[in-house]
């Protein structure tokens, strides 16, 4: 029996007795004969890296067993994984439901590509149950939302789109980018696949682009064959780097969140005492609107947080500029905190009616937390706010 081409947890390759993973970068794997080579290319030990290699298994073992699931499939990017999610299981005449709040690289992913091939899409606002209810309905095959989403940090109720998802026998597949395991486990909440952009949380370190889906074997047969035919498979370079990192995931996950959730606070306190705040996001904050669903679904608020800043775009951009121990870049979830402009980055796409009604304000600015000391950043926001 040949092992699976993609990783699943019962299973983790490397050499005998190496404490640390091997990194295998060979494109060629030798035969002993002819039936070696009929069986190899049947997909028994290794062939062909596009098909699957041992770096990639491994992380994908990781990835399996850190999310609970059946196994993972590991690509090129965040981009690659979402793509492969939508056109690997879904064909055309077939119809996705996807929450009005994803990724704006998800949203072009839909609008630009998926109707080219005759996929029909219906975005919803995942907060409305009524609007939640109304677009959950056959026809629709995949439900896809995002949590917690960006930049407002809103947490999704998962086991209740699920249920909807489910009623009307579609899959629910998460983008879990924003928090990952072991601190949000969406496949526990009742998705049936949870993807992630690796390039963020996974890899840690703003050094290594990457994306993997986990979920069940049924679903990820499909995503691995699919993979094979468009070539999307991460490299083993990076699919080495990625494993490395999720040794250090879970500490550096909760260093952040605890960063975090001090730096909200502070910036909390200047809203209420009437600063230049008009709002802080951060679902940790007892304020924020989705505090309750948070504190259930995860073990952790996470460690993105956005405030707005009063005065609009030009007063988001004194601050902006003032910043010096956080850096200005896009991106989130390494070790270096970053800031950005949503109206700048992820919203420019957006008119301004279409911003408001996604309550993305012009004075926002969204910060990914990293692991410098919590002193200095709550320094440096109190310098750059000039408080
Ligand atoms: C939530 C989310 N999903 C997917 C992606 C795409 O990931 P990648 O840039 O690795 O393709 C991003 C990128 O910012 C993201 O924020």
Redesign the pocket.
Known sequence: MGQRPYGSKEESTGAEGAVTQDLTRSTIFAARDAEHFRAQAQGEGEFYPRYGHPNARTFEARMAALEGADGAVCFA??????HGVFCGLLQAGDTIACSRD??G??GDLLKHDLGRFGIEVRRFDPFSEEETVAAVQPPVKLVHV?SPT?PLVRVVDLERVAGAAHAAGALLSV?A??VPPPLQRPLERGADLV??????FLGGHHDV???VVSGRHEQLEMLEAFRRRTGAILGPDRAWLLTRSLDTLEVRVRHMCMTAARLASFLDGLRSEGGDIAAVHYPGLSRHPDFEIATRQMLMPGSMLAFEVKHGLEGATAVYDRLQRITRA???GGTESVALLPLYS?HAGLTPEERAEAGIADGLIRISVGLEPADELEADLAQALQV
């Open positions: 990017s965040g981009m690659a994984t979402l994803v990724y690289g998800t995002e960006n983008d980018t924003f993807v992630h952009s690796a390039t963020k682009l990457g994306g896009p991106s989130l992820s």
